[in-house]
């Protein structure tokens, strides 16, 4: 049996996970699709050959009995109200980040969700599938360095869009970092501060770039984020984690090393899509089984799409305040305490 999939949003993102599903994942099939840009839908139904219809909007495509699951790709602010209709029709959900562009909008699904009863909705954090960062956890949890103390970090990408604002560098990239981070130590955040050192040349006027954030956890553990949207040489994740008795370092990418004309060189990728093509297989594969096979979701909750929501809009604040701004989050319900330890920070 395949899973059937329909998907809304066939952009960068939609498209990529349609050609993943199709050309490479096994378990699943793109039956529908959606856009507000139909020509792009119509484009991508061609460009893989799919045996797909082709919707008007999310309303009519949700309501597809033949449809199991939904792929929400579109804006993010288009995210919540694609969400609560696959809910109320009882369909799992794959959702890109963000979850909503709010922590009310947030509050909204994970309230719809437990209502419903049980888990749907599974959220596009992918860095929690990559090889490296799942080694990362691997030794923080098996205590290698002691407890840790301090993180820090750097998100670089080469260029952005001309749309890219200030504010983006928080709710679009930070966001990331803002899951994974508090994934791999088990930890909730407390405080968020930003500060702007020089400005690059390569930034357009109405951008900050870069930025420093500083987040603080429960536990007291500090971590600074570097976010470069403009660092014009490659696409380049770092993340280090400084404990009572040792380092752990992010791998980089596999490259191969290449000693020639008096050098030794490495190759640094350009965009997300090539830096975490093999988490995005990984994440979107463990979904089709979860659901296909058990029905039932593993990743990145509702749950941590709040959390994630709530840091970011403490982070954004701060980005205007200049001080250090407090981070308060509701009570994680029982209901997202139960959803598979490998997927979600263990309270
Ligand atoms: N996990 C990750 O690493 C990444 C996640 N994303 C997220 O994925 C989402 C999409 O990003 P991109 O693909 O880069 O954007 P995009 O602009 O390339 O594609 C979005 C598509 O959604 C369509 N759309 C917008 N509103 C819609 C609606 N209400 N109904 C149907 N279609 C609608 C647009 O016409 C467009 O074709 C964003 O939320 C973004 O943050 C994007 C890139 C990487
Ligand atoms: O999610 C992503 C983009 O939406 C975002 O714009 C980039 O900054 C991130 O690196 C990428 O992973």
Redesign the pocket.
Known sequence: MTLKIGVIGTGAIGRDHIRRVTKSLAGAEIIAVTDVNQQAAEAVIEEFNLNATLYKDDVDLIQDSRIEAVFITSWGQAHESSVLKAIEAKKFVFCE?PLATTAEGCMRIVEAEMAYGTPLVQVGFMRRYDNGYKMLKEAIDQNTIGEPLMMHCA?R?AH?AERYSTD?AIH??LI?EIDVLRWLINDDYVSAQVFYPRKTKHALPHLKDPQMVMLETESGVMINVEIF?NCTYG?DIQCEVVGEEGLLRLPDEAHIQVRKGGQIGKEIGMD?QERFAHAYDVEVQDFIDNVRDKGTVSGPTAWDGYIAAVTADACVKAQTSGVKEIIELAQCPDFYKKVKPAARVVY
Do not use: E
């Open positions: 980040k998100h990408n952005v983006m679009d990239t990331h949207v696409y997300w």
